[in-house]
């Protein structure tokens, strides 16, 4: 199936996925592809695709799991001023924009590194800021397989 629930409703997208488990549980296999991360997790294997190419192939825990690094979030009243002063950052690796917070990555992720970083926070400003890790989720993962 080609993206079968893009433009569907939130209730009947969630009807939509009963009913493919069910099927999974007749060992009915099922291939779909689908470009919301969310779905992808329900599905006992994934393949991360861009351009055409294959990043990835495995069990949605597993790809979690290889996510190398810490990943934190940070969030401020200022988003787009936090966004522009973390990728201007020279620790930095990477940083984007996921919901209402900042998802990004440290070239060190040690704790000096981390304690720099909520320092140079506070000098730009963002007294408000607060550096938390969290677990990557698959969207994380393809972003990082993209860079």
């Known amino acids: 199936m080609d993206e079968p629930t893009t433009g569907v409703d939130a209730v009947s997208r969630k009807e939509f996925w009963e ?5 999974k549980e007749q060992n009915i296999t099922i291939l779909v592809s689908t470009p919301y991360m969310d779905e992808a997790t329900l599905c006992d294997r994934i393949a991360l695709m861009q351009s055409g190419k294959i990043l990835s192939i495995d069990t ?3 790809i979690v799991k290889a996510y190398p690094g810490k990943l934190y979030a940070v969030t401020d009243k200022n988003m787009y001023k936090l966004l522009i002063d973390l990728r201007a950052y020279n620790e930095t690796l990477s940083c984007f ?7 990004f ?7 000096e590194t981390e304690a720099k970083t909520v320092k140079y926070l506070k000098e730009k400003g963002h007294e408000n800021s607060e550096l938390k890790q969290i677990t990557p989720g698959i969207e994380d993962c393809f972003i990082k ?3």
Do not use: T
């Open 145 to 147: 397989l993209m860079s």
């Open 60 to 62: 949605p825990e597993n």
């Open 97 to 103: 924009a996921f919901g209402d917070s900042l998802h």
């Open 19 to 23: 009913m493919l488990k069910r099927l």
């Open 105 to 111: 990555s440290l070239k060190n992720d040690n704790a």
